[in-house]
């Protein structure tokens, strides 16, 4: 049984800073790649950054120069610091993870989503 848990999400004013984090547990043998996606009420899901079990990093264009997605290892968690923020990036955001598990089948697990709101 694999677990994300996703925080760090809130209400902030435009040009305003936060850090989103999600934790991976339970049966994990590996984490091979991570993202996040966000999605706004009307709209689809789209991918924000995505960073392989290497380090290399994929941005949307839209937040490019602005967020960064990085990762620690040794404790399954990925995170995403979001800087000058705008309300174009008012949305829930979703935690995403391919993992491995001990029985040695990878799936992709989601977690359950946190908003974030931006205010002009």
């Known amino acids: 049984q694999v677990q994300l848990v996703e925080s760090g999400g809130g209400s902030v004013q435009a040009g305003g800073s936060l850090r989103l984090s999600c934790v991976a547990s339970g049966s994990i043998f590996r984490v091979n790649a991570m993202g996040w996606y966000r999605q706004a009420p009307g709209k689809q899901r789209e991918l924000v950054a995505r960073i392989s079990s290497g380090g290399s990093t994929t941005y949307a264009d839209s937040v490019k120069g602005r967020f960064t997605i990085s990762r620690d290892n040794g404790k399954n968690t990925v995170y995403l610091q979001m800087n000058s923020l705008k309300p174009e990036d008012t949305a829930d955001y979703y935690c995403?993870?391919?993992?491995?598990?001990?029985?040695?089948?990878?799936?992709?697990?989601w977690g359950q989503g946190t908003q974030v709101t931006v205010s002009s």
């Open positions: 995403n993870a391919n993992i491995l598990t001990h029985t040695y089948f990878e799936y992709t697990y």
